[in-house]
């Protein structure tokens, strides 16, 4: 689809949405069923997280609870995490591991293997012949409602669309090579964070993509005198839009960090020092110069490398104004333990408490805030022109990755947020 | 009496009037000063409890020296933008885990309350401090605080020190 004949709905063009998207509940309810239940992939999390046959962890596809499990066999699957009786929650965990494969409902115990099928049903044939199920009862209609599940590079996602072209498509050649850079080899889990915020979720999605604010509203790097002029950088935008990468890479020549922060502080002035330059300390370890990796991936995950932090952040839309931002931070499987340390300390810099990432949760706030009662009134997405362009120099400023997201999420709308509007319900 | 249980026994009040004193500079905004309550080789960390119980030790923060910390009050005061609040520590009893030479150890629920612009206040940390206390030379100094939160899921963002 490109620009002239993306969908105009409701008054919203990728460079003008109307603010009624981040607080509508018809809207977001329309999301769950176009976005996430709809044509798309969504991030479930690492298979690293599901390294031994029986491992489980819970998530989300948008609003919907899901269940991803390594089954006896090795196979992942995930379900959603409603019993087929009663619609209880079957898995009450985070994560673990159900060796015997047995997720049991606690209600009447239902009990499901790690495919979602029903395998038991207690007095199925009741008790002493009273009450039971009709001869009628098929278990193999009764299992919990599954998901596709596809990985690629290590990432996991699934799908409740049945027709969707395989994951690697949904991704495209370009997501798939940045997807494979950060993954290129085996990792392992470090921890999590878990972040909410009262926001709309499409706003955290769109700052994901804002190369625009980085030095804006991230004053870490001015304020210590580390601002970065001379980078090289690049962004990507996939051919749907939705999906982007960008990349900050060290000046050319200049092999260490530390000198070059001597070299800004001078040019930049900043009036502050840093004490403890080990926080900031790059260790290039993939075959380029790239200290900044962030990659969005529609609808709901973020795939990043920060110097030597690496991450997934899992975006789950709990209502309109309510985010949930799963980081998950992880290393490569051969980190020793002071790699693993030096990982910890650049981990400062992100997440909820990260001195280059933290304004993001209050951008987002501030935003919903700020858009209350503005419903009609429309934001302006116009910096560095008003089409969505597949590559672009997102520190040339440019809000190309942003139209993109808006591209990709109007085309998946389709008609609903005109319908919402001829009804008055958005 | 052991001497490692006699050090105990004498640092209780010690720690305990220490960990009043260390939630009142946070909540009184002398963030400047925090870092001096810990000794030069020290270490700060805050770490949600699923990690802690998973054994993974990824933090939302992880200072391993007091530059470490002085940076993160430079940051706070000039660079980060978060949501004006006040926060309020309620500190329990500490309780003592162990002795080793001049160093005790020791472990206090908190809770941080957290008041925003709009006037409600909220609980925004729940934990426990898991701590290394630096005894000698007649002062109290921490040698390891790990703020271990059970409120996995944190408001906007986090800031300021727990
Ligand atoms: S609701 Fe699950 S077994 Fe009844
Ligand atoms: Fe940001």
Not at chain 1, 70 to 80: E, K, L, P
Not at chain 2, 113 to 119: A, L
Not at chain 2, 136 to 161: M, Q
């Amino acid at each position: 689809m490109n620009a002239e004949t993306m969908p105009v709905a409701a008054g919203s063009e990728p460079t003008a949405v109307d603010y009624a998207v981040y607080h509508s509940q018809a809207i977001f309810t329309a999301e769950q069923e176009n976005i996430f239940r709809g044509q798309t992939w969504c991030y479930l999390g690492l298979e690293a997280e599901l390294a031994n046959s029986g491992d489980f962890r819970s998530t989300h596809v948008g609003n919907t609870p899901v269940v991803v499990t390594r089954a006896t066999d090795g196979t992942i699957h995930a379900w959603v995490n409603r019993c087929a009786h009663k619609g209880a929650t079957v898995c009450r965990s985070l994560r673990g591991n159900q060796a015997d494969g047995a997720f049991v409902c606690v209600y009447h115990q239902w009990a499901y293997d790690a495919t979602g099928a029903l395998v038991g049903v207690p007095f199925r044939r009741g008790l002493k012949g009273v009450g039971g199920y009709s001869k009628e009862f098929n278990m193999a209609e009764h299992s919990l409602e599954r998901l596709r599940v596809e990985t690629f590079g290590g990432l996991v996602f699934g799908t409740f669309n049945p027709t969707i072209a395989p994951l690697d498509d949904f991704l495209g050649p370009v997501m798939r090579k940045y997807i494979q850079r950060v993954f290129q080899r085996p990792v392992k889990v470090l921890g999590y964070a878990r972040q909410f915020m009262a926001g709309n979720w499409k706003l955290y999605s769109e700052n994901s993509r804002d190369s625009y604010h980085g030095g804006l509203l991230h004053l870490f790097y001015p304020t210590f005198g580390i601002y970065r002029q001379s980078q090289e950088s690049a962004g990507l935008v996939s051919d749907e839009g939705y999906h982007t990468v960008f990349t900050v890479s060290k000046p050319k020549g200049d092999v260490d960090y530390g000198s070059f922060g001597d070299e800004a502080n001078r040019e930049m002035q900043g009036e502050a020092k840093l004490q403890d330059e080990r926080l900031l300390a790059f260790r290039p370890e993939i075959a380029d110069d790239v200290g900044l990796h962030i990659q969005s991936i529609f609808p709901s995950v973020v795939v990043q490398q920060i110097q030597n932090t690496l991450a997934t952040r899992q975006i789950v839309p709990h209502g309109t104004d309510k985010t949930e931002l799963v980081w998950t931070y992880f290393g490569y499987a051969d980190d020793d333990d002071e790699t693993t340390r030096h990982r910890l300390r650049n981990l400062n810099l992100v997440g909820p408490s990260g001195l280059i990432s933290m304004e993001d949760g209050e951008a987002v706030e501030l935003c919903q805030q700020g858009t209350i009662g503005a419903e009609g009134k429309r934001s302006f997405v116009e910096m560095g022109g008003d089409d969505v362009r597949p590559s672009y120099a997102p520190m040339g400023m440019d809000e190309n990755s942003v139209r993109g997201f808006w591209k990709g999420y109007l085309g998946l709308m389709g008609n609903a947020l005109a319908d919402l509007a001829a009804e008055g319900r958005a | 009496m052991s001497v490692a249980a006699e050090v105990a026994q004498v640092a209780q009040s010690a720690i305990d009037d220490f960990n009043a004193a260390y939630g009142l500079c946070l909540d009184d905004d002398r963030l400047e000063q925090w870092p001096t309550l810990f000794v030069d080789d020290c270490l700060y960390q805050v770490i949600a409890r699923e990690n802690v119980d998973n054994g993974l030790p990824a933090a939302v923060m992880y200072c391993d020296s007091k530059g470490m910390l002085a940076d993160r009050v430079v940051a706070l005061r000039k660079a980060n933008v978060f949501p004006e609040h006040f926060n309020r520590h309620l500190i329990g009893r500490a309780v003592i885990t162990g002795a080793e030479g001049n160093q005790v150890s020791a472990e206090a629920s908190y809770v941080v309350f957290q008041t925003r612009n709009d006037g409600e206040t909220r609980i925004y940390n729940a934990g426990k401090y898991v701590d290394w206390f630096d005894l000698s030379g007649g002062t109290v100094r921490l040698k390891s605080r790990t703020c271990i939160y059970d409120t996995l899921r944190i408001a906007t963002l986090l800031a300021t020190p727990i």
